[in-house]
């Protein structure tokens, strides 16, 4: 004697639609823990404030309305840019962000230094930072 089939059977997700559907996943996981370091950045701003010349790792950790004074967009942290100094350029690894006088600033650390730079101007704090208008062109 036959019973009913109470339960129909299961569907099978291809490979491809299962991959897809987990890439949509993590990008927005993703994205809400990105807006959630953001806001709580937003509110750390408030009460303790990034003083200036101050190394920050996240853009979001530094207060609102500052200027960029480059074509380019900012850089990412990580990214490689090629700095202007005294007419020299120089290649330098991008390890954070700061701010000064409502500019935004880049906290940078070169391999190679100018031949003219002198060992008491890269012992200074803020030897390594810079901002859009130091950046060469992008040629």
């Given amino acids: 004697m036959k019973t009913a089939q109470v339960l129909r059977p299961a569907r099978r997700m291809s490979a491809a639609a299962h991959a897809a559907l987990t890439l949509k996943v993590e990008a927005a996981r993703a994205t ?11 509110a750390e701003q408030l009460t303790n404030p990034v003083p ?24 990412a942290v990580g990214a490689t840019v090629t700095v202007n100094r005294d007419g020299h350029p120089e290649r330098a ?32 704090p803020r030897a390594g930072v810079v901002f859009g208008s130091q950046l060469a062109l992008a040629a």
């Fill in 93 to 124: 690894e991008v390890k954070g962000y700061t701010h000064a006088a409502g500019f935004l600033g880049l906290v940078t650390e070169t391999t190679h230094h100018a031949k003219g730079a002198s060992r008491r101007k890269r012992s200074s």
């Fill in 52 to 75: 200036e010349f101050e190394a920050a790792p996240r853009l979001t950790m530094l207060p609102g309305g500052l200027h960029w004074s480059a074509q380019q967009p900012v850089p």
């Fill in 32 to 42: 809400r823990e990105a807006q959630r370091q953001a806001r709580q950045d937003a």
